[in-house]
Structure formats: C-alpha cells, structure tokens
C-alpha cells in the first residue's frame, strides 16, 4: 500500500527525533499551569504534540506546514474541478508531502476498493428512528465497524507495539473508504425515504458522495471537495480529536476512537455550530422577509448579545484573525451565490459583526470562522437539511482523527493519563497551608 511505504520510510527518522526530545531535553519547562487555566477548560496549556496540522492564531490552520490556500493550490485538482482530490489531501495529511496527481487518485483507487461497508453498520443505523440524530446515527454505524478491526484482531493474537501502526492504518483505511456510504445512508434515510443509491465507482470520493444523496451535479461535487478539504483537521487539541486521541491511546481500536471523537464533535460548542449559523441567518431573514439592511442586522445582532446568546460563527478559542477557511468559502461564495438571499445575510453580517463584537471589549476574536458561511453555501447547493451539516463535518474530521491516531502509534505514544486535583488541594497549594489544616468539605 502506498501510504504504508511511505510512513515506513520515514518512521525511524520521526521516532528519532522524538526519542531525542524525550531524552536529551525531558526536564525542559515549556508551560506553567495556572488555577484559572485549570478551571477554564485548560485553554492554552499545551497537552499535545502532533505534526499533522497546527493552528497559528494569526493564519489558521496548517496541513502539514502548508496553509490552506496553499493546500488549495498545490494539490492536484480532479480535470476541470475548483477543488484538490480529498485523496491528494490525506496522502499529505498522512506523509507530510504533497502528492502527484497520480498518488492522489492512487489513494481514491485503494478506498474504492475498500468502500464495502458491512451489513451490520445499515442494520444499526435503521435501528434509529428516522428522525434520530444524524450524528448519533453516524457515530453508532462507526461503532458497529469495530467487530472488523484488524488492529484489534492482530492485537488479541500477540503483537509487537512498534507495529500497531500498521493495521491501525489497515483500519483507518477502511474507515474512510466506508464512511461516505454510511454518511449517505443516514442522509436518504432521514431526507430521502430511504431511497438509497448505490455508489458510481466512476467518481472521484467527494463527487461520489454527492451522487450517493442524489445531488449528482458538478458544482455539487466541487462543493464537497472544498468541504472535505477545509474541515479536515485544526489541530489535535480540540474536543473531538482529542477524544478520538484519548481513546486511541488505551489502545482502542479505530472505530472505538473515531465514534467517541464524533460524539464530541456532535456537541453545539463545536461541530453543531455549523448548523446554528445556518439557522441564525436563516431565522434573520424569515423576521425581515428578505435581506435585511445593515441598520436591520446590527439591531438584530445587538438583541442576541442583549438576550445573553452568541453571534454564530463569530469569535474563536485559538484563531485572533479572520479564519481562512472563512475566507475560501466567502471568496467561492462571492463568485457563485451572490444571488442568494442567505449568502447575502451572511455577507451583511460580516459587515457589522465585527465592529459590534470589538465593542463588547470581551470577545476576543470578533472575526468570522470556519462555520459562518459553510450552512450557507450547502443550501445553496441542495444540501437544505441543516441537522445534517454537521455530519458532513465529521466525514471530513474523520481524515484528521485517523492521521493522528496512525502517528500516535507510529511513534509509541502511550496510554494518556494527566492529573486531577480536588479543591482542597488546590487551596492547599495557594495558601501554602498543609492539606492537615485545612477543613474537610
Ligand atoms: N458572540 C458573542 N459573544 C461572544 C462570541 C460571539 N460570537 N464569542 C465570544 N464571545 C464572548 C464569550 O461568550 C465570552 O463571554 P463571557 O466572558 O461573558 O463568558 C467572552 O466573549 C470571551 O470569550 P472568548 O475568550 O473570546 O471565546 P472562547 O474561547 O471562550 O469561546 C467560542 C470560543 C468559539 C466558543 C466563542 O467565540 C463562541 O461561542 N462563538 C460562537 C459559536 C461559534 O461560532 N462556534 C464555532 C467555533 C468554531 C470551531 O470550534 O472551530
């Protein structure tokens, strides 16, 4: 398999450098911990190393050192597309280089010949009631994969640890070759009457998806290329691929790990998000029966921050700049939908959020992210059901759980296990009395 050469070749060079790290500088201090940091979330503390992709506060996220729109740019495009092969992306992804044309469709080939997705994983899904979470349903139909694993049948009949990485990879492989089919299934279960269509295996990954929930249309393949590209990975510190992480170092199997990360990644302060833009805009155009004006939307932006809620697709943990993933979209949206009413909204509130947001003297980021116009440019195209947004968000993420996950072994990361104190403790510690003085509560 042309990833598994590849990783191969260069294994030893990575565990080397991290062997080095561990033992020449062990004891060098890289970060502090404060009390507030403690109960914030641990926002900041380092806690991960990862080198499949990194979030600079000012520029984004970085595949593998490359930006986005240099990943855009130099990734090999199917002929005629807007978009890179989502295959180009994971051999990237995955290697750290970039890939010919040729490796790209290479890696599309192997999934093609993996797509078979075990009857267990429909039955499971139809187990749901149609008007189940699309994201639990996903979540479970990756978890009944799990009776699959070759990690965890390789691994109950003996094997060394430096080679987990290798059917670890066996099933991250089968995982994102079968996912689009699952994605699709709950997608023409819940919005389509269960009218399932079978995979064209003349399509690339992205477009086959697109034809598989009968939206068989080029700008829609695009669409989902540009989707698939731009939500893969941000960082390996985020609630959903840190759980997949967490649970990947206790050894689980893939499937065991990618379902508990999709699990995080279905809650409303992260993946949901998407969703909620697309409903916030939504609801703003339904109260003003069309586009409202920027008087109209600043009123509007003004009572949700005045009712205590959020402004959707505003503001970000890390991110201090305009997410540029924001920007590919905006740009694509600019240049394709700028008839569309929601389009036009969002744009409008890009506008006016901002400023509002800096005037709040607390956000710290006022600029847009990723999920401020991703709900926008799906309606636009046919995607209408919003609860499903977050689905296609998870297709996507799967690439980055499974690439990290595969590294994890590759360079024997162990179980991970930090600290927890109590508070007793931690007031033990600020004042400097001993834990004896203080009263038990
Ligand atoms: N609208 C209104 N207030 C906002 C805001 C927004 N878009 N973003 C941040 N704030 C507020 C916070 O609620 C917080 O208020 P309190 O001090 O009263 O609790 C204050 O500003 C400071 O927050 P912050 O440090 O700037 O942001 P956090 O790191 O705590 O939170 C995030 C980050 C994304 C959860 C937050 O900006 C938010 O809720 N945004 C809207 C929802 C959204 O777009 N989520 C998608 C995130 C994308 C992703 O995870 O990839």
Same mark, same amino acid.
């Given at each position: ?9 260069? @294994?030893?060079?990575?565990?080397? /450098?991290?062997? /080095? ?28 190393? +990862? ?22 740019? *130099? ?6 597309? &807007? ?8 051999? #990237? ?13 290479? @890696? ?16 499971? @899904? ?19 994969? $799990? &009776? ?34 699952? %994605? ?42 540009? +989707?698939? @590209?731009? *939500? ?16 990947? $170092?206790? *050894? ?8 508990? !990360? ?14 909620? %833009? ?29 009712? !205590? /809620? ?16 924001? +920007? ?28 509002? #947001? ?81 009263? /038990?509560?």
């Amino acid at each position: 398999m042309l990833l598994e050469n590849k990783i191969s070749d260069k @294994i030893q060079v990575w565990r080397e /450098r991290v062997n /080095r790290l561990k033992q020449e500088y062990g004891d060098f201090v890289i970060s502090t911990v404060t009390v507030d940091q403690i109960y914030s979330g641990i926002r900041g503390v380092p806690i991960q190393v +990862s080198d499949i992709s990194y979030v600079d506060p000012e520029k984004g996220v970085r595949y593998q050192g490359y930006t986005i729109e240099e990943c855009i740019k *130099l990734l090999p495009n199917p002929e005629n597309c &807007s978009f890179p092969y989502v295959g180009g992306l994971y051999y #990237l992804l995955m290697t750290g280089e970039l890939p010919t044309a040729a490796k790209a469709v290479a @890696i599309e080939d192997e999934w093609r010949g993996r797509a078979e997705v075990p009857k267990v994983v429909f039955d499971v @899904i139809d187990a749901f009631p149609d008007d189940a979470s699309a994201m639990a349903m996903f979540s479970a139909g990756i978890l009944a994969m $799990s &009776s699959t694993s070759k990690f965890a049948a390789q691994y109950a009949e003996g094997m060394d640890k430096k080679d987990f990485w290798l059917p670890m990879l066996d099933d991250s492989m089968d995982l994102i070759a079968r996912a689009p089919e699952i %994605c699709a299934y709950i997608y023409n279960k819940k919005y389509r009457g269960h009218q399932h269509i079978d995979p064209d295996p003349n399509l690339d990954y992205a477009a086959n998806f697109a034809h598989m929930i009968g939206l068989d249309e080029p700008k829609v393949y695009d669409l989902i290329r540009m +989707s698939l @590209i731009l *939500l893969a990975d941000h960082e390996n510190a985020n609630v959903s691929a840190h759980t997949a992480h967490l649970v990947g $170092s206790a *050894l689980s199997d893939i499937y065991l790990a990618c379902s508990a !990360g999709l699990n995080g990644l279905a809650g409303p302060l992260h993946g949901l998000a998407n969703q909620e %833009c697309f409903k916030f805009i939504q609801d703003m155009v339904n109260v003003f029966g069309g586009v409202p004006t920027e008087e109209q939307a600043l009123d509007y932006l003004n009572s949700t921050l005045d009712s !205590g /809620r959020v402004i959707p697709g505003y503001g970000h943990a890390v991110l201090r700049n305009i997410d540029p993933r924001f +920007s590919v979209e905006y740009k694509y949206g600019k240049f394709t939908v700028t008839d569309d009413p929601y389009f036009q909204t969002a744009d409008i509130v890009f506008k006016v959020a901002p400023e509002l #947001l800096k005037r709040t003297g607390k956000v710290k980021n006022p600029w847009p992210n990723v999920d401020a116009l991703t709900g926008v440019l799906f309606h636009h195209f046919g995607l209408t059901h919003a609860n499903f947004y977050t689905v296609l968000f998870g297709l996507s993420r799967l690439m980055g759980f499974t690439c990290h996950i595969v590294w994890a072994r590759a360079v024997n990361k162990p179980i991970e296990r930090p600290k927890a104190l109590t508070t007793r403790i931690l007031e033990a510690m600020v004042t400097e009395d001993s834990l004896e003085n203080l009263v /038990r509560k």
